[in-house]
């Protein structure tokens, strides 16, 4: 049966910066709900190794730090709905969204946290080797591979980023791209050209991701490649492979609705986490093109739940939407 709940505050999505804005909101005293969507935990559940989020001397486990932040929001008197959000109207005050449950969700105030989702070759292997040799995310997992030889996929800016930043870690960088000629800013093309450890392969597609079945699990060996003017097939040996072809972010749903770049990036106040709407707040990769680290997730989800915090207890429940800024 259909049902009607009804909040101070809603946070759309959970992973580090919904489960931050969540404890927050909760030790304020607002009694935030979390709509976890399609994937409770964000990204860093299919992150095997985290490394760089503060606080833990030794590696830890990508899901076992989203079941950490999860009950720490519970325990702080925050309540988890395992539901999808399949329609928003933020046209009125409470804002109205309604899950796939059937459950209409009603607030005075809402926190965005869908986050980005990498984009991916879609080549075999790429899916079963991701977090064992094959990852979207250099400043994550490039630790790893220091005096290692590994590829970078993509020719514009992110890629050459990658590259680059891998460059001072690994043995050797080869950067694969599908045309003969970089799309990154000519300043990033000019750094990359200069580093001795790095080699571009030009006009070539990447066909599969080989695996080494021969350990405990298997892990990523080499890439299978095809050049697009000769047809030509061989084999890179390599023992990690960076796709570095852009995010979308999860903003979909939102079109129409607030203001957006034109990437889908939902657009926020410099300095804030104010949306285009007064009382609606984004917080981590859904409004971050640049860092789209965990623990840059997670302050901007802190930023947010101080601000729904500030509106709330400015703005009457039954204040109509209005503008947040020109």
């Not at 409770?40 to 095997?48: A, D, K, M, N, R």
């Not at 760089?52 to 989203?66: D, E, K, R, V």
């Not at 514009?156 to 950067?175: F, I, K, M, P, Q």
Request: with cysteine.
């Amino acid at each position: 049966m259909s049902q009607t709940i009804t909040t101070r505050l809603l946070i759309l999505g959970a992973g580090p910066a919904g489960y931050t804005a969540a404890i927050y909101a909760a030790r304020a005293g607002l009694q935030p709900l979390v709509v976890a969507g399609m994937q409770p935990g964000g990204q860093l559940t299919i992150t095997t190794e985290v490394e760089n989020y503060p606080g833990f001397a030794g590696p830890i486990q990508g899901p076992w730090l989203m079941e950490q932040m999860q009950a720490q929001a519970v325990h702080v008197g925050a309540t988890i709905e395992q539901d999808v959000i399949t329609s928003v109207d933020f046209s009125r005050r409470p804002f109205r969204c309604m899950g796939d449950s059937g459950a209409t969700y009603l607030a005075e105030s809402i926190v965005i946290a869908t986050g980005a989702q990498a984009r991916w070759l879609g080549i075999p292997g790429e899916k079963e080797l991701s977090g064992f040799g094959v990852s979207a995310c250099a400043t994550c997992d490039g630790f790893f591979y220091r005096g290692k030889d590994v590829a970078v996929v993509g020719g514009g800016n992110s890629a050459t980023e990658e590259a680059l930043y891998l460059s001072n870690l690994a043995r050797h960088v080869t950067l694969i791209h599908r045309r003969d000629t970089l799309r990154s800013e000519k300043i990033l093309q000019q750094r990359l050209f200069a580093k001795a450890n790095i080699t571009c392969v030009w006009d070539t597609a990447v066909e599969s991701v080989l695996a080494d079945p021969s350990g405990r699990v298997p892990v990523a060996r080499g890439l299978a490649l095809r050049n697009l003017k000769t047809g030509a097939t061989s084999e890179l040996a390599v023992h990690g492979v960076f796709v570095a072809i852009g995010h979308d972010p999860a903003t979909a749903l939102f079109k129409g609705q607030l203001g957006m770049d034109q990437d889908g990036y939902i657009v926020t106040k410099p300095g804030t986490t104010q949306t285009s709407i007064a009382g609606i707040f984004a917080a981590g990769d859904v409004q971050d093109r640049i860092y789209r680290q965990a623990v840059t997730a997670a302050g901007t989800g802190c930023m947010a739940a101080l601000e729904a915090e500030k509106f709330l207890a400015h703005v009457p429940a039954d204040a109509p939407a209005l503008a947040a800024w020109d």
